[in-house]
């Protein structure tokens, strides 16, 4: 288990490393945390022929609150946003689905955004920025800077609206806003190891009860994280004896794959509880925000 | 003679005549020698010797096919590779070595790598040998082989049909073993039967996973024509004898050594030995001295694993609970050869197939299959998980069946104290125990009444929780005989008879008077050096930390035998006897000299605190003025005594013989005892089971070091854990590997351990003379099926299959259940 | 901007545990090589090179990491440590005696791994729960133990810096 030959380079700006992956396109992989690409390199399931190592690019390690929303830089490791609490606070689903990836030897290196441009369906990360409509910044020597919603970013298995000569600089976590309520639930096999299924959820409340907002997001369930549409749910009193239906309706239009951890049908229960427990936690901590709103 | 206690203080049988002034240190929680080396960085693992210089790399190209014949194989690109100093490939192979030797009468032809068919995913097809890793791994990919794909043959009950492509085309059927036996009067316990229970049990396949892999450093050495070999390997055990045969070189020539310390093993290192001869031929062809450190993809895939076994069985019982008469058809999976030790899996519970009940008769059918699966061997309980399985889950349907509770069937056939040593039916002689007194014990440690209570009350409130126990003897001290019972009585007539147990050690006092002890135990991490120490120490009277004890094995320069090695928990009962008897011979050794120095009785000296003294105290002589007289001052001897001062003995249990002309064997030297109580909820939303209580109570006879004793529970119990709701080496239809890394080998981690309580009723075994019984196997044995019964009891299931992952009891809750693979 | 071709080799300067080594690296040699084969430092153990067992577990600059997830080349100028540090046989530090009283370790494979982690951790978290050790060590496999010494043998430590 020995990563085959590469070039190496270390690039010292962000300049720099643009202009490398404009000229080796698809022979080129850049190295953040290393958590996921080394593994891969030493079974030589990836064999790059250059590697771009982004770990001495300065300033990339930024975490920041800045108009409503929580930046984190390309080289911001897991871990870093754990020692924040200024961040976990900011970012209240981020704190719930951090624990969650991996573990804290594993969280000590690799980066938020690594995480994101890794684009594995069963991941945390990717699902928590999906459910909050975050963006991802992507960056190329030829184009330059762009913002790509969450939304848009994960296309499926392993696989991104990232183009060849883009980097992730960075990535926008929209900050916990005033009536809102966040949960994220997860069930796998051991602790540390990805999600079998995981749910993140966001609920908005007005402050008469009134849910404005719901969303819901399901990992493990498909080729990328998955929005439940559930606006019909908007605009209403919400109960928790609506929550059974509303976690139904999540589930309603997925069709979880099948394999060694879980059948389909596995899987959508799994994904029917876990929603509905999100959505009770959610709902919760949304009433406990908008009674301190109205106090 | 019988103790109860709790897990801090032990029962001790005086060694020897009593001596007030003399410490006791055997059955002392004595603090490990080993640790202090191993805590700050400074263990000997084989990856951190350097035997020889200039050595050289290998890896091992292997088989991404379950089932092909191999069409082509051009290794020249890989050796026009700047580095790459050979290739060895099947050819080479067949040409310098024989098969190995296998241990039925179809013998199916097993060599340490593939020759022109494939037969499992991950078989080794060639080895480049090159200046480092790096390369050789480069190399690899640069072997080009053609495979022409065959149909595999995967589950145990696919090998048992006719049609079925056969592994081993001069055998021609993939069973290629199939004996029967029959003990008491089946026909009048199955005549006399007033109900009958009847089931089919599948036991699942999975592994030891040491967290150090295999590792093997050879050198040929032309001039000598002698293979010298350092592994991980915990033998020599009949496996030293199996390799010289395969390299054809007289066994004098075949010389392993042992390093200090491996990294775990469980068993399965045992299995490293294909390798030896496959890496001492690589570097016999290289020229070099070849090192070869397994990874852990060629570890998951290719190292070794527990047989996975389907046994349909079928009891006779009376209405009261009482088991007349046991039917067992048992299909054993070794994968794609019959590697040696196996069949042992299938044998080496055989006289003790009627586990810790007063069972009088029982008919065995007992076959082997090959299908395209890793092969299997020694794996933490070894055989005793599946054995157990079957019994255990018979006891619980035959309770469900008769509407008892559990505890009065178990209670009702459990061997009472009087009736040993008790002759069981196929063999085992059950020195000695006390069943009941353990069950009660386990029963309090549990609060079995509130126990009860809890579950009822939970399952009103619509809960899934369930009760599991498990009663099981612990083998330990493997007879080398019992595996013959696998050929029938004229061929193993055809044979020499085997028999015994033996192991070696050996104590030297070099001039200034220090002690050092050599083993040939081959320690993973049990703690035989701490032992040993204790053990020496008390009989020379001594402190342990004044006694050197030495792990390394060198089959050139230590004392061993056919049984020496680690497995079989048989430290405790075999070698530390010899240990003991070896400290005898230079105690007597000692006494002899001082009573002619002071002039008086020999039976008037006595060794303490490191002095030999005299009964009225006139003389004390220091230990090293004694054994120094031995070396500096030969004239100062008794008559005829000879100097120098190094002692070895060798030590086996006199009663274990060969198989009778009747089947029936002893198949083990002593054996323990353990009851396990478990208490379980299953969440039914997501099928995850939680264990809320575990009650183990051990017989291990005479404790030698409690701790120690106590550790080799814990991890029996992580590992059998592991068995129960976690790992399982799984291959889909077509013979691929879908457990092939870490992540999809799920080993528990401390967060999926449930906290257990440790209880003792330790009865001293009177067939071996410190009474100490194997310990760190019941558990592995145990846990899998007790898990189970806890499980089928929560669910209200009659069938359960390990492992016991969450999507799997998930599926059992479902009402149109499909059986999750 | 630092380049090495496939073939080359890059010379490296680095602390490792403590002492100042310069090496000539190739780009692809692992962390965890490099440290038991040029750096000798044998208490680094390999166990699945791809960062599941934690016994190859170093502080690189303070952090507890997977030595078999890095490049030696991403070291260059980084302050390296690994059990060598904590403490030796005859003045080990309390981690190491507290697994030594618990019988926290059996073989003694995935030992160095998990002291570094918990020294590294403990520093963080001074004062952690039962549960926290717990999860601290998923990132860590030990098929000897059952864990339950090691845990007990963390919080021991723990309560002991604390006094
Ligand atoms: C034992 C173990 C358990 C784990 N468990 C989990 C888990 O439960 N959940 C989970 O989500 N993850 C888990 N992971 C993976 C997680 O740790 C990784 O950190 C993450 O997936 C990748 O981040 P990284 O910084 O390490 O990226 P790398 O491994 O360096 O890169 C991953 C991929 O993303 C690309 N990439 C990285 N950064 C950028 C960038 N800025 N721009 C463009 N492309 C980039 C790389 O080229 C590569 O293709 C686990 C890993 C291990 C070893
Ligand atoms: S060897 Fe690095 S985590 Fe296993
Ligand atoms: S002590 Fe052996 S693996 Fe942990």
């Not at chain 2, 050929?487 to 015994?500: E, F, I, T, V, Y």
């Amino acid at each position: 288990m020995k990563p085959a030959p590469f070039d190496y380079y270390c690039p010292r700006s962000l300049d720099e490393a643009l202009a490398l992956l404009a000229q080796y396109g698809d022979e080129a992989k850049v190295l953040a945390g290393g958590q996921s690409l080394v593994p891969a390199m030493n079974m030589r399931l990836a064999r790059p022929g250059v590697i771009v190592d982004v770990n001495r690019l300065p300033e990339a390690a930024v975490i920041e609150r800045c108009d409503g929303s929580l930046r984190v830089g390309m080289l911001a490791r897991q871990a870093d946003l754990e020692r924040m609490p200024v961040a976990l606070d900011a970012v209240p689903l981020l704190a719930q689905a951090l624990p969650h990836v991996g573990h804290w030897q594993t969280r000590n290196r690799g980066t938020v955004c690594g995480s994101l441009a890794h684009a594995d369906p069963s991941a945390e990360l990717p699902l928590a920025i999906v459910v909050l409509d975050g963006a991802i910044e992507a960056r190329s020597s030829a184009r330059g800077t762009r913002w790509i919603a969450a939304g848009q970013f994960f296309e499926s298995y392993f696989q991104t609206a990232l183009q060849n000569d883009e980097i992730v600089v960075g990535a926008s976590f929209p900050a916990r806003r005033e009536g809102w309520g966040y949960a994220f639930e997860e069930f796998a096999g051991r602790h540390g190891d990805f999600a079998i299924v995981a749910v993140a959820c966001a609920v908005a409340l007005e402050p008469n009860g009134v849910a404005s907002e719901v969303r819901l997001g399901l990992g493990g369930v498909a080729d990328k994280p998955h929005l439940a549409p559930l606006t019909a749910y908007c605009g209403r009193v919400l109960s928790q004896r609506d929550l059974p239906e509303i976690a139904n309706a999540a589930v309603a239009d997925i069709e979880p794959p099948s394999d060694l951890r879980g059948s389909a049908r596995y899987r959508r229960a799994l994904a029917t509880n876990l929603a509905q427990r999100a959505l009770t936690r959610a709902l919760a901590s949304a009433r406990t925000a908008c009674d301190g709103l109205a106090q | 003679m019988e103790a109860s206690r709790a897990s801090e203080t032990a029962t001790v049988l005086p060694l020897t005549a009593p001596n007030p002034a003399r410490r006791t240190w055997v059955g002392a929680a004595t603090l490990r020698a080993e640790d202090p080396a191993l805590l700050t960085g400074e263990g000997r693992f084989i990856d951190d010797l350097s035997p020889f210089p200039s050595e050289h790399h290998a890896a091992i190209l292997r088989s991404p096919y379950a089932h092909a014949r191999i069409t082509r194989l051009d290794v020249k690109p890989a050796l026009a590779l700047e580095g790459v100093t050979a290739v060895i490939t099947g050819a080479d192979v067949s040409a310098a070595c024989k098969p190995f030797p296998v241990g039925i009468e179809t013998r199916p032809v097993f060599y340490p790598c593939a020759i022109d068919r494939v037969r499992y995913m991950g078989e080794p097809v060639a080895v480049v040998v090159a200046e480092d890793r790096y390369i050789a791994e480069d190399a690899l990919e640069l072997i080009d082989v053609g495979y022409d794909p065959l149909a595999p043959v995967v589950e145990i009950e696919d090998a048992l049909h006719a049609d079925s492509l056969p592994l081993h085309e001069a055998v021609g059927s993939n069973v290629v073993h199939d004996r029967s036996f029959a003990y008491g009067d089946v026909d009048g316990a199955f005549a006399n039967a007033e109900e009958f229970v009847e089931a089919k049990f599948v036991f699942p396949k999975y592994a030891s996973t040491p967290i150090e892999t295999y590792g093997v450093i050879a050198h040929y050495q032309r001039a000598a024509d002698t293979y010298v070999v350092h592994a991980n390997f915990h033998g020599p055990f009949i496996l030293h004898s199996l390799m010289a045969q395969a390299l054809q070189i007289p066994s004098n020539r075949l010389r392993i050594v042992v390093p200090p310390d491996i990294g775990g093993s469980y068993g399965i290192k045992s299995a490293v030995y294909p390798y030896i001869v496959l890496i001492a031929l690589a570097s016999k062809i290289a020229g070099v001295p070849v090192r070869w450190i397994e990874d852990r993809i060629e570890h998951l895939c290719a190292s070794s694993s527990s047989t996975d076994r389907v046994t349909w069985a079928r009891a006779a019982v009376l209405k009261d609970g009482t088991i007349l008469g046991l039917h067992l058809d048992q299909v054993d999976n070794t994968g794609a050869y019959v590697r040696a030790p196996e069949p042992a899996c299938l044998y080496r519970m055989h006289g003790t197939v009627t586990g810790a009940y007063r069972i009088p008769a029982v008919a065995i059918r007992n076959r082997l299959v090959s299908t395209n699966k890793l092969p299997t061997g020694l794996n933490r309980g070894y055989g005793g998980q599946e054995q157990y399985f079957t019994l255990e889950r018979l006891v619980a349907l035959v309770a469900k069946r008769l509407g008892l509770d559990v505890i009065e069937v178990v209670r009702r056939n459990l061997l009472r104290k009087e009736e040993f040593p008790y002759h069981a039916p196929a063999g085992s002689v059950y020195d000695s125990g006390d069943y009941h007194a353990a069950l009660e014990h386990a029963l309090e440690l549990a609060d079995y009444p509130a126990l009860m209570a809890g579950r009822e009350s939970a399952r009103a409130e619509g809960r899934l929780v369930g009760i599991g126990i498990g009663c099981i003897v612990e083998p330990s001290g493997s007879n080398m005989g019992y595996i013959s019972i696998a050929l029938p009585k004229d061929l193993r007539d055809r044979s020499l008879p085997k028999s015994g147990c033996t192991e070696a050690a050996t104590i030297a006092i070099d001039p200034l008077g220090a002690v050092t002890v050599r083993l040939s135990t081959t320690p993973q991490g049990q703690g035989h050096r701490t032992v040993a120490a204790q053990i020496v120490a008390q009989e020379l009277g001594l402190e342990p930390k004044q006694v050197e004890v030495l792990a390394e094995l060198d089959t050139q320069t230590s004392a061993w035998s056919i049984a020496s090695g680690s497995y079989s928990s048989r430290f405790a009962p075999v070698a530390a006897v010899a240990i003991r008897n070896a400290a005898r011979k230079v105690a007597y050794k000692l006494k002899a000299i001082a009573a002619h120095q002071f002039g008086v009785a020999f039976e008037d000296v006595d060794l303490v605190e490191g002095a030999a003294r005299s009964a009225d105290g006139t003389h004390v002589t220091s230990l090293k003025r004694i054994a120094g007289a031995a070396h500096w001052n030969p004239s100062s001897l008794p008559d005829g005594m000879e100097p120098g001062i190094y002692e070895t003995a060798y030590y086996s249990i006199g009663l274990l013989r060969p198989p009778d002309d009747d089947d029936r064997v002893d198949s083990s030297a002593v054996y323990g005892f353990v009851v396990d109580l478990a208490l379980v909820e299953v969440d039914s939303r997501t099928g995850r089971v939680d264990v809320k209580q575990y009650v183990t109570v051990h017989d291990s006879g005479t404790v030698l070091n409690p701790m120690i004793v106590d550790g080799q529970i814990r991890g029996g119990f992580a590992h059998g854990l592991g068995g129960a709701l976690f790992e399982e080496i799984a291959y889909d239809e077509n013979g691929t590997l879908r457990s092939g890394t870490l992540a999809d080998y799920p080993i528990p981690t401390a967060s999926e351990l449930p906290t257990i309580v440790i209880g003792h009723v330790d009865v001293p075994s009177p067939f071996t003379p410190l009474g100490a019984k194997g310990v760190g196997e019941g558990n592995a044995m145990s846990v899998p099926v007790v898990i189970a019964n806890a499980v089928a009891d929560a669910l209200g299931a009659n069938e359960v299959r390990l492992p016991l992952v969450p999507h799997r009891v998930w599926e059992m809750l479902q009402p149109n259940a499909v059986e999750a693979r | 901007m630092s380049y090495c071709s496939k073939d080359g080799r890059t010379t490296i300067s680095l602390e490792v545990d403590g002492k100042r080594v310069k090496a000539a690296v190739s780009p692809r040699l692992l962390l965890s090589d490099f440290l038991r084969g040029p750096c000798a430092a044998k208490g680094v153990h390999v166990g699945c090179e791809h960062g599941v067992c934690g016994a190859c577990t170093v502080r690189v600059d303070g952090q507890a990491v997977r030595a078999c997830l890095m490049l030696a080349i991403q070291t260059d100028g980084s302050r390296v440590e690994t059990v060598k540090v904590l403490g030796i046989a005859d003045a080990m530090h309390p981690l190491q005696e507290r697994f030594q009283a618990r019988h926290a370790l059996q073989c003694g494979f995935c030992t160095p791994g998990i002291l570094i982690s918990a020294q590294t951790y403990l520093r963080e978290h001074p004062a952690p729960t039962r549960r926290d050790i717990e999860e601290l060590l998923s990132g860590h496999l030990c098929r000897c133990t059952g864990y339950t010494p090691i845990v007990d043998a963390i919080l021991d430590a723990a309560e002991l810096e604390r006094r």
